[in-house]
């Protein structure tokens, strides 16, 4: 069984900032592509950040130039480091990777549990 487990969610005053870090565990042959998703109530999970394997990088417009994302792939964690934080950014961040279970498999998509991120003005 894979399990994703984010940390580092919190509240925080706009302005300020906060990492998030996600870690992939259980039976990995591979990890491909990671990212960061988001909900706001009432609105659309949206996508926020992803890394591929080789380290590009892939940025919603309304988070560019005030978050950055990155991956540690010998410890299968990959962070969103989050600057200059809006009340806008306020939502449930859920991770998601592309993880290879075995050699011989292909890969298939697993989601976090959600962290809360709550930016007052």
């Known amino acids: 069984q894979v399990q994703l487990v984010e940390s580092g969610g919190g509240l925080v005053q706009a302005g300020g900032s906060l990492r998030l870090s996600c870690t992939v565990s259980?039976?990995?042959?591979?990890?491909?592509?990671m990212g960061w998703y988001r909900q706001a109530p009432g609105k659309q999970r949206e996508l926020v950040a992803a890394?591929?394997?080789?380290?590009?990088?892939t940025y919603a417009d309304s988070v560019k130039g005030r978050f950055t994302i990155s991956r540690d792939n010998a410890k299968n964690t990959v962070y969103l480091q989050m600057n200059s934080l809006k009340p806008e950014d306020t939502g449930v961040y859920y991770c998601?990777?592309?993880?290879?279970?075995?050699?011989?498999?292909?890969?298939?998509?697993?989601w976090g549990q959600g962290t809360q991120v709550t930016v007052s003005s």
């Open positions: 998601n990777a592309g993880v290879q279970v075995h050699w011989f498999g292909t890969y298939s998509r697993y």
């Open positions: 259980g039976s990995i042959f591979s990890i491909n592509d």
């Open positions: 890394v591929t394997s080789g380290g590009s990088t």
